[in-house]
């Protein structure tokens, strides 16, 4: 068992370094001589994985000398603090942009196709209902929703848009029935309605016609694609998926402590450590002062076993948290999943020390099983029940505590309260273990 958790471990961890240096996958797709022309593709949740791949890709096409970049945009929003992260990167970009919506550019995908300089959308496109939602579901406080607002009115403005209706996509207090917004929902333009209101100059069916509306349908083409580690990044810094990769850590580790050897359990635990960093690393997210700070906290932990005191298993857990909130830009999800994951950990721990105790696994090594006990032969002293009522005399003063003869044995006994002299008539009124009570006649 031992030996198969090792090689389990080697051979994901070897996975995962292949896929970290696979090369950038484009695809090039020539049809004519002339202008460049950058597609990259805006899909699934908005959040820091994404940010990475497109500034990664923007960044070539800058490099490239791209005379345009189209993002093809099918998302249904994500997270507000990676969706301004990545505004920002469209605005400084001095190559001329276009959204081309495919399906849907809602929340925080409308607000990203605002901060381009063209918009275009198929004929069962949809882009709005932007207000800020919680991760537990509920609406954002004021101050939040109150910023977003600001942001979704100045994305329209600096592109020479309405900003009316971009509001009413991130307020619900606005009253536009026209629209299928009346007041207390947000707005959702269709394709047509986009066009009316100028946030879309045109409904096309497909790229092709999008490229001949914009005078590009004989540029060059070039189609980013993720690369495999950003895919990967992804999904692993997705929210619901860190709380899992930190419980699945924790909870391994506890459940080697009690395992003999180190097979599966540490395996995984150690495996799903090693991708929460993986990814945050890919993403842009973390650091490799984190990653030292993680191998330094562990390090510690391990001198811990060796060594006397606490303290460093401390630092080494303080390191180890540390590292996990340098990871992250959000301080309270970081919380909830670190929470979650302790949670996890003591009711496994719980279960196991109810079920295994310490006979087996590491604990064996450290905690002493061994006992002597009045079954097996041993007794931490004889008590002297036959002694009770005995009569001799004092050989010493008792002050309490002195020497007795009985019946020509010389014991060691102490008085039942105060002064007696030598040569005192005694008698023995109690016996507790090795302690003999005497009394003057």
């Avoid at 958790?5 to 996975?15: A, E, N, P």
Wanted: proline residues 4%; aromatic residues 8%.
């Amino acid at each position: 068992m031992r030996r198969q958790g090792i090689s389990f471990f080697i051979c994901i961890l070897s996975v995962i370094m292949f896929i970290s240096i696979q090369p950038t996958l484009v695809e090039a797709e020539s049809t004519g001589e002339g202008k460049l022309v950058y597609v990259i593709p805006i899909e699934k949740t908005v959040e820091r994985g994404l940010e990475a791949f497109l500034k990664r890709t923007t960044q070539e096409a800058t490099e490239a000398n791209a005379d345009h970049i189209i993002f093809e945009i099918n998302t249904p929003g994500g997270r507000v603090d990676a969706a301004a992260n990545i505004a920002e990167i469209l605005q400084d970009l001095d190559i001329p942009t276009t959204s081309f919506i495919t399906v849907e550019a809602l929340s925080a995908g409308s607000y990203l196709a605002l901060n381009t300089d063209h918009i275009y959308m198929k004929p069962q496109a949809t882009m709005g209902a932007s207000g800020v939602i919680n991760s537990d579901g509920t609406a954002a406080d004021k101050k939040a929703q109150s910023a977003w607002v600001a942001a979704m009115r100045g994305a329209a403005t600096s592109k020479g848009r309405d900003p009316i209706y971009a509001e009413a996509m991130a307020n619900a207090d606005y009253d536009l029935p026209k629209y299928g917004a009346p007041k207390g929902e947000y707005l959702t333009l269709d394709a047509s309605s986009a066009v009316e209101v100028g946030y879309s100059e045109s409904t096309v069916e497909h790229r092709t016609a999008l490229l001949n509306k914009l005078n590009l349908n004989h540029a060059s083409i070039i189609e980013m694609k993720p690369t495999l580690a950003e895919e990967v990044a992804r999904f692993l810094t997705n929210p619901v998926v860190v709380p899992i990769l930190l419980s699945l850590a924790s909870i391994g580790l506890i459940v080697e402590l009690y395992s003999p050897g180190f097979g599966i359990p540490g395996s995984v635990g150690l495996l799903s450590l090693v991708l929460f960093f993986y990814g945050h690393v890919v993403a842009g997210l973390a650091g490799y002062e984190a990653i030292i700070l993680l191998v330094l906290g562990i390090v510690f932990i391990v001198l811990e076993l060796f060594l006397p005191g606490g303290i460093i298993g401390f630092l080494g857990i303080g390191a180890i948290v540390g590292a996990l909130f340098m990871s992250t830009n959000n301080i309270g999800h970081m919380t909830m999943s670190i929470g979650i994951a302790v949670l996890l950990s003591i009711i496994v721990s719980v279960v196991l020390f109810k079920t295994m105790g310490f006979e087996k696994g590491f604990f064996r090594h450290i905690v002493l099983k061994d006992a002597t006990t009045t079954e097996e032969g041993y007794v931490s002293s004889v008590n002297r029940l036959e002694l009770i009522g005995l009569e001799g005399k004092s050989v010493t003063p008792l002050r309490p505590s002195g020497t007795g003869v009985f019946d020509g044995e010389r014991l060691d006994v102490i008085s039942e309260g105060g002064f007696i002299p030598t040569n005192s008539d005694i008698k023995v009124i109690k016996t507790e273990g090795s302690r003999i009570v005497v009394r003057e006649i």
